[in-house]
C-alpha cells in the first residue's frame, strides 16, 4: 500500500506558507488596526504549523518543535493581549483606529 | 483515494479558504470568523501530524482566547456604521499583491529546491509526557521567560486600562 499523502512534508509547508503570504497581504493593505492584528495571527499559525510538520518528519525523536510552537501560542496571546490594549486607547483618543493617520501617540 | 485522505484534502482547503476570508473579506467581524475556520482548520493539520495536545491547545488558545480578545476589541472600537470600509484604493491592493506574491513564489521555490533531511518510515511516537519533559528539563530558561513575558503584558493591559479611565 503506498504512503498516503498526509505523510508528505511539503503538503505542510505549503500550506504555511500560504498562511504566510495571505498574512503578509492582509498586513499591508488593511486600513484598520485590528484588521493588521489579525494577519499577524495568520502569521504566526503558518509558523506553528511549520515547527510541527518540522518536528515530525525531520525529526521525530524528540519533542523541541512542538514545545516551540506552545511557546509560539504564547507569544501570540502576550502579543494580542498588549496590541488590543493599545488600540482601545488609541480609538478613544482619536475615535477611528486607522492606521494612515495614527502620527503621535504622545504628546 | 481512501477516507483520511479525503478528509485531509478537505481541512486543507477549509484551512486555505479560511484565510482567504480572513484576508480579503470587507468586514472586519467577516474576517475574525474566517481566522476561526484558519483556527480550526489548523488543529485538524495537527491531528494528522501526530500532534493531538497541539491540537487542544490551538483550539483552547486561538479559538477560546485569542479570538474573544479580538471580538472585545471589535465591539469596543466604535459603531459599525462609523468604521471605515476595509477595501482600500485598488493601487494599494495591487501593490500588496505582487509583494505578497513575490514572496509566495520565492519561497516556493526555495522549499521545492532544498534538501529536507527527511527520515522515512519511522512512526511518530511523542506523546503529551514528552512535551512534558522537554518543556521542564531542557527548555526551562526559555519556558520561565514566556511566563515572564506573558506577566509583563498582563501588567501592561491593566496599566494601559488605567490610562484609559484616567488615572495615573
Redesign the interface.
Known amino acids: 500500500m503506498a504512503t498516503p499523502i498526509y505523510n508528505n512534508l511539503y503538503l505542510f509547508l505549503f500550506v504555511g506558507l500560504f498562511l504566510l503570504a495571505c498574512g503578509i497581504l492582509g498586513l499591508l493593505y488593511r486600513r484598520t488596526l485590528i484588521g493588521m492584528l489579525i494577519s499577524i495571527e495568520l502569521v504566526m499559525n503558518g509558523a506553528g504549523l511549520n515547527f510541527v510538520a518540522f518536528n515530525r518528519f525531520a525529526s521525530p525523536d524528540n519533542a523541541y518543535g512542538l514545545a516551540f510552537t506552545i511557546f509560539i501560542m504564547g507569544i501570540a496571546a502576550a502579543e494580542a493581549a498588549i496590541a488590543l490594549g493599545i488600540i482601545i486607547l488609541i480609538f478613544k483618543r482619536y475615535r477611528h483606529i486607522e492606521g494612515r493617520d495614527i502620527k503621535e501617540m504622545k504628546d | 483515494m481512501?477516507l483520511?485522505?479525503i478528509v485531509?484534502?478537505l481541512v486543507?482547503f477549509v484551512?486555505?479558504i479560511g484565510?482567504?476570508i480572513?484576508?480579503l473579506s470587507g468586514s472586519?467581524i467577516y474576517?475574525?470568523i474566517g481566522?476561526v475556520t484558519?483556527?480550526f482548520g489548523?488543529a485538524g493539520?495537527?491531528i494528522?501530524?501526530?500532534?493531538p495536545?497541539?491540537a487542544m491547545?490551538?483550539i483552547l488558545?486561538?479559538v477560546g482566547?485569542?479570538t474573544i480578545?479580538?471580538a472585545?476589541?471589535?465591539m469596543?472600537?466604535?459603531p459599525h456604521y462609523?468604521?471605515?470600509?476595509?477595501w482600500?484604493t485598488p493601487v494599494?491592493?495591487v501593490?500588496?499583491?505582487i509583494?505578497?506574491?513575490i514572496?509566495?513564489v520565492v519561497?516556493?521555490k526555495v522549499?521545492?529546491n532544498a534538501q529536507?533531511?527527511?527520515?522515512k518510515a519511522?512512526?511518530?511516537?511523542?506523546t503529551t509526557e514528552?512535551?512534558g519533559?522537554?518543556?521542564f528539563d531542557?527548555?526551562m530558561l526559555?519556558?520561565e521567560l514566556?511566563s515572564l513575558?506573558?506577566v509583563?503584558?498582563?501588567i501592561?493591559?491593566i496599566m494601559?486600562?488605567l490610562?484609559?479611565k484616567g488615572e495615573k
Open positions: 481512501s483520511p485522505e485531509f484534502l486543507m484551512t486555505m484565510a482567504l480572513t484576508v472586519i474576517a475574525m481566522l484558519t483556527m489548523i493539520l495537527y494528522y501530524l501526530n500532534a495536545f497541539i491547545m490551538q488558545i486561538y482566547a485569542i480578545l479580538i472585545f476589541a471589535i469596543l472600537s466604535g462609523k468604521r471605515p470600509k476595509e482600500t494599494k491592493f501593490v500588496s499583491l509583494v505578497s506574491l514572496s509566495f519561497l516556493f522549499i521545492m529536507w533531511m527527511q527520515t519511522k512512526a511518530f511516537t511523542i514528552n512535551i519533559r522537554v518543556l531542557k527548555l526559555p519556558f514566556i513575558l506573558i509583563v503584558s498582563i501592561g493591559s494601559l486600562a490610562i484609559a
